[in-house]
């Protein structure tokens, strides 16, 4: 007898139809399962998992007679387990067990403990939004990862705690019920993690923050160790707009993906802060493997990707991320095919002026030869530093300062104005389809950052004495733009010009 099963490939981002086709005979040798359909280890495997589970679920697997199951479309590769509920499944409606039709229209996916139990499986969130789009109505998933497939509305969604309860409810003994879908995109704003106003001093750094956060521009921040860049950049997230409900969803895709979604918050409403180690690889940092998976600028996506100690990091891992700055996406190629992941980052880099930390320091002297600072320095291309808007120079604060019982600027006051000015941006841009300042191409930048000419007048010069690029020149005008949407106005002044050339002026220069 044959059976067919709807089920789901998750690739890159996306998921893709799945047909599970069980056939059960009693010609040939007996006790012979055969699984087809290019599948890997993991969904090999998933024969000896299903014939435990529905031997230990006190249903009857039928070995005495040869079972043939193949995976459709046969050139797509499968991987990973979360096969096993259709294939098991499948062979209780081949064997007679369960009714023909008792699943029409429906996509199952979950992995089997020996016991019969459903655990949590990947990428359950693509797969509810392709069941949407192919006008599939009816979803089983483990209760784990209910909520996360109830994101997608118009689907009724049913979570599986077991085998048994799941052929209980398709033979009409225990129904299940539907998971109740929840909102879990609230208004509330959680407080920052640090708030600026315990960060004493540092004013202009914190102003360079502050337009860094309402354009969604880089930054890169040069101090001695102690200065506070990793006190300021853990502080960024406070400032910036909360995540849409869209931007929400793209997020909560790629954590789903990436297997890094927790069962309480199926819905990531805070913008992303990831911070890897200076001796993470190429694959980690932008994604990769023999299957791609999203690495840390994906998981980055509308939010921060800080670098800490940037010239640590290996000079050919940060030289990868030179195209996902630029694009907003990753392109990552096999031979089997090419998958793309969004990375729209703000990154936000620190790092010392020289191996000791204490070069041009009033207070301490540098212990480096010169040759040794320029190796350090070198560690970091020409070309990367180009796509940073805003570099910045951290001194090291003095004891009045620190001692200061006054609190400075909190962060609710700074993001109200972020806010503002995102909102003037997206106006601005909701022809568009992009977010922020940041994003604008030459086009944008040619109707929205006209000059006007004193302000030539200045860009001129600036461009001939600080030898700069084009790429630099259409940097500084988005930065340009975002000063005068912080102070609502709607050309670019003089005074908007100077503040965004003063964040390029290169202080690594020697």
């Given at each position: 007898?044959l059976?067919?099963i709807?089920?789901?490939?998750?690739?890159g981002?996306?998921?893709?139809?799945?047909?599970?086709?069980?056939?059960?005979?009693?010609?040939?040798?007996?006790g012979?399962?055969?699984?087809?359909?290019?599948?890997?280890?993991?969904?090999?495997e998933?024969s000896?998992?299903?014939?435990?589970?529905?031997?230990n679920?006190?249903?009857?697997?039928?070995?005495?007679?040869?079972?043939?199951?193949?995976?459709?479309?046969?050139?797509?590769?499968?991987?990973?387990?979360?096969?096993?509920?259709?294939?098991?499944?499948?062979?209780?409606?081949?064997s007679?067990?369960?009714?023909?039709?008792?699943?029409?229209?429906?996509?199952?996916?979950?992995e089997?403990?020996?016991?019969?139990?459903?655990?949590?499986?990947?990428?359950?969130?693509?797969v509810?939004?392709?069941?949407?789009?192919?006008e599939?109505?009816?979803?089983?998933?483990?209760?784990?990862?209910?909520?996360?497939?109830?994101?997608?509305?118009?689907?009724?969604?049913?979570?599986?705690a077991?085998?048994?309860?799941?052929?209980?409810?398709?033979?009409?003994?225990?129904?299940?019920?539907p998971?109740?879908?929840?909102?879990?995109?609230?208004e509330?704003?959680?407080p920052?993690?640090?708030?600026?106003?315990?960060?004493?001093?540092q004013?202009?750094?914190?102003?360079?923050?502050?337009?860094?956060a309402a354009?969604?521009?880089?930054?890169?921040m040069?101090?001695?160790?102690?200065a506070?860049?990793?006190?300021?950049?853990?502080?960024?997230?406070?400032?910036?707009p909360?995540?849409?409900?869209?931007?929400?969803?793209?997020?909560?895709?790629?954590?789903?993906?990436?297997d890094?979604?927790?069962?309480?918050?199926?819905?990531?409403?805070?913008?992303?802060?990831?911070a890897?180690?200076?001796?993470?690889?190429?694959a980690?940092?932008?994604?990769?493997?023999?299957?791609?998976?999203?690495?840390?600028?994906?998981?980055?996506?509308?939010?921060?990707?800080?670098?800490?100690?940037?010239?640590?990091?290996?000079?050919?891992?940060?030289?990868?991320?030179?195209q996902?700055?630029?694009?907003k996406?990753?392109?990552?190629?096999?031979?089997?095919?090419s998958?793309?992941?969004?990375?729209?980052?703000?990154?936000?880099?620190?790092?010392?002026?020289?191996?000791?930390?204490?070069?041009?320091?009033?207070?301490?002297?540098?212990?480096c030869?010169?040759?040794?600072?320029?190796?350090?320095?070198?560690?970091?291309?020409?070309?990367?530093?180009?796509?940073?808007?805003?570099?910045?120079?951290?001194?090291?604060?003095?004891y009045?300062?620190?001692?200061?019982?006054?609190?400075?600027?909190?962060?609710t006051?700074?993001?109200?104005?972020i806010?503002?000015?995102?909102?003037?941006?997206?106006q601005r841009?909701?022809?568009?389809?992009?977010?922020?300042n940041?994003?604008?191409?030459?086009?944008?930048?040619?109707?929205?950052?006209?000059?006007?000419?004193?302000?030539?007048?200045?860009?001129?010069?600036?461009?001939?004495?600080?030898?700069l690029?084009?790429?630099?020149?259409?940097?500084?005008?988005?930065?340009?733009?975002?000063?005068?949407?912080?102070?609502?106005?709607?050309?670019?002044q003089?005074?908007h010009?100077?503040?965004a050339?003063?964040?390029?002026?290169?202080?690594?220069?020697?």
């Amino acid at each position: 007898m044959l059976a067919k099963i709807g089920s789901a490939a998750v690739l890159g981002l996306e998921a893709l139809p799945v047909e599970v086709e069980v056939d059960v005979r009693r010609s040939g040798p007996a006790g012979i399962l055969t699984l087809v359909g290019l599948p890997d280890a993991a969904v090999r495997e998933s024969s000896e998992r299903t014939r435990a589970a529905i031997r230990n679920s006190g249903l009857t697997f039928p070995g005495d007679k040869r079972i043939t199951i193949n995976l459709a479309p046969a050139d797509l590769r499968k991987e990973g387990p979360a096969y096993d509920l259709p294939i098991a499944i499948g062979i209780l409606m081949a064997s007679g067990q369960l009714p023909p039709d008792a699943l029409d229209g429906a996509i199952l996916m979950g992995e089997l403990s020996l016991d019969g139990t459903l655990r949590h499986v990947r990428g359950v969130l693509p797969v509810a939004d392709m069941a949407r789009h192919s006008e599939t109505t009816t979803l089983y998933v483990p209760a784990h990862d209910a909520a996360e497939a109830a994101l997608i509305p118009g689907l009724q969604v049913y979570p599986v705690a077991s085998l048994a309860s799941l052929v209980a409810h398709l033979q009409g003994f225990a129904p299940l019920t539907p998971y109740a879908p929840e909102d879990h995109y609230t208004e509330h704003v959680p407080p920052p993690a640090v708030d600026f106003a315990e960060i004493q001093g540092q004013e202009h750094a914190k102003r360079a923050l502050e337009v860094a956060a309402a354009g969604g521009h880089n930054l890169l921040m040069v101090g001695p160790p102690g200065a506070g860049k990793t006190l300021m950049a853990r502080a960024l997230p406070g400032i910036l707009p909360r995540l849409s409900l869209e931007e929400a969803l793209e997020v909560t895709r790629v954590y789903s993906v990436a297997d890094q979604l927790s069962a309480d918050t199926p819905l990531i409403q805070i913008r992303p802060f990831r911070a890897p180690h200076h001796t993470i690889s190429n694959a980690g940092l932008v994604g990769g493997g023999n299957w791609p998976r999203p690495g840390e600028i994906s998981l980055a996506h509308r939010g921060v990707l800080f670098l800490d100690e940037l010239p640590e990091f290996n000079s050919r891992v940060l030289e990868v991320m030179r195209q996902p700055m630029e694009d907003k996406t990753v392109t990552i190629s096999r031979a089997h095919g090419s998958l793309t992941f969004p990375a729209s980052f703000m990154l936000i880099a620190a790092m010392n002026p020289c191996p000791c930390g204490h070069y041009n320091d009033p207070d301490r002297q540098c212990t480096c030869a010169t040759g040794m600072i320029q190796r350090y320095r070198k560690r970091i291309s020409g070309p990367l530093l180009d796509r940073i808007d805003i570099h910045m120079e951290v001194p090291r604060v003095a004891y009045d300062k620190l001692a200061h019982a006054t609190r400075g600027e909190p962060s609710t006051d700074i993001r109200a104005r972020i806010d503002a000015a995102r909102a003037r941006q997206q106006q601005r841009l909701t022809e568009t389809g992009m977010a922020c300042n940041a994003d604008m191409g030459p086009a944008q930048i040619r109707e929205f950052c006209a000059l006007r000419e004193d302000a030539q007048a200045l860009m001129r010069a600036a461009m001939r004495q600080m030898h700069l690029s084009a790429r630099a020149y259409h940097r500084i005008l988005k930065v340009s733009r975002t000063i005068a949407d912080l102070e609502g106005t709607e050309g670019i002044q003089t005074h908007h010009l100077a503040e965004a050339l003063q964040y390029r002026a290169r202080v690594l220069d020697m």
